[in-house]
């Protein structure tokens, strides 16, 4: 089982820079993809970025502005958000499967607990 944590949330202001971490500790899996979504308060869950074992990464479109993901060899995985703005506020989980990245939240089999991220205008 892997047991996946995140870290470096907060309370921010609008315009700076965060960076959110993820280690991932137990047996992943050779093919093990990592994920980060978010979920707003009273918005459904949403993925923001996703990146393979081999460093592939996926980042959809309406997020390649400010969103950038990154990972060492040691299954940590880093989530830089640049220029905040408010409509960032949520608590963002780290997610991984094995197989590579999947687009389809319900197809990653672990979770971390979250981070909550605040923004201030």
């Known amino acids: 089982q892997v047991h996946l944590v995140e870290s470096g949330g907060g309370l921010v202001q609008a315009g700076e820079s965060l960076t959110l971490s993820c280690s991932a500790s137990g047996r992943t899996p050779s093919d093990y993809a990592m994920a980060w979504f978010r979920q707003a308060p009273e918005k459904q869950r949403e993925m923001v970025a996703a990146?393979?074992?081999?460093?592939?990464t996926y980042v959809p479109d309406s997020k390649k502005a400010r969103f950038s993901i990154s990972r060492d060899d040691k299954n940590t995985v880093g989530l830089e958000i640049d220029s905040l703005i408010p409509e960032d506020t949520a608590v963002y989980y780290c997610a991984g499967r094995a197989d590579g990245i999947s687009l389809l939240m319900r197809s990653y089999d672990d979770w971390g607990q979250g981070t909550r991220v605040t923004v201030s205008s």
């Open positions: 990146i393979t074992s081999t460093h592939v």
